[in-house]
């Protein structure tokens, strides 16, 4: 079969004429689980019974499996024999792991974004650090610790690529999950406010090349200070 042939032509008409994409049902469901877990209203080590998920989100028991079995593999849940799905519980090998895909992505959508001189972009930057900084205010420091994911996936949003989008969510869900076992969550959030603000601040001025080194320094201060939180519990 080659490109000439009429019933190519014709699927690729109909395709560029499709206003709208279809997303599998399986992962419409992953990502509402995700996003659960990311917001942290999932928390480490809860049961996921595939009866319940399916009568909430009015999907049948296969589509709930095919979503569970994708975050099994994302490791953001884990499948117990003879005990069912849970919401997994990072080690120490996670946090390095997941700081290796940051320190590339995360920089990386700084360095070279598409959207980095965007308004509308910088905006929702600056709007994550502003949020962190009122619930800090309040003493809210499980809002402070939103706030901070909310930055990060702003951030990657100025590579301005759907896909670095959807892995940075992914990330993001684990991560949630790494700072449910931190003993602090003020100790260990409060001073990365002031460095997310100078980030912010970096990035309206322009200054691009240093909001992204700045932020793999920043990075990398996170890693090393959670694997030594997490050696030690």
């Known amino acids: 079969m080659t490109e000439s042939n009429p019933s190519v032509q014709d699927a690729l008409a109909s395709l560029a004429a499709t206003s709208t994409v279809v997303v599998p049902a399986s992962e ?44 099994v593999a994302e490791r953001v849940l884990v499948r117990i024999p003879n005990r069912g799905v849970f919401v997994a519980r990072p080690e120490r090998v996670d946090v390095r792991d997941v700081y290796s895909a940051r320190l590339v992505i995360e920089p990386g959508a ?35 610790a939103a ?13 301005g690529s759907p896909r670095l989008d959807r892995e940075m969510g992914r990330l993001l869900a684990e991560m949630r999950l790494v700072f449910q076992r931190m003993p602090g969550v003020r100790e260990f959030h409060e001073p990365y406010l002031t460095r997310n603000g ?19 320094r920043y990075l990398v201060t996170a890693r090393d200070q959670l694997l030594d939180a997490y050696a030690r519990l």
């Open 28 to 71: 419409r469901v992953a990502d509402r689980i995700r996003a659960e877990v990311a917001e942290a209203r999932l928390r480490v080590g809860a049961r996921l019974p595939e009866q319940a998920l399916g009568e909430a989100l009015q999907v049948s028991r296969n589509t709930v499996r095919e979503a569970l079995s994708q975050l």
């Open 110 to 144: 700084v360095r070279y974004g598409e959207r980095v001189a965007d308004p509308a972009a910088l905006a929702a930057v600056a709007r994550a650090v502003d949020t962190g900084r009122s619930a800090a205010a309040t003493g809210d420091w499980v809002g402070v």
């Open 147 to 159: 706030a901070n994911q909310h930055f990060h996936r702003a951030v990657v949003a100025l590579a």
């Open 198 to 216: 100078e980030i912010a601040e970096l990035l309206a001025d322009g200054a691009i090349e240093k909001a992204a080194d700045e932020l793999a």
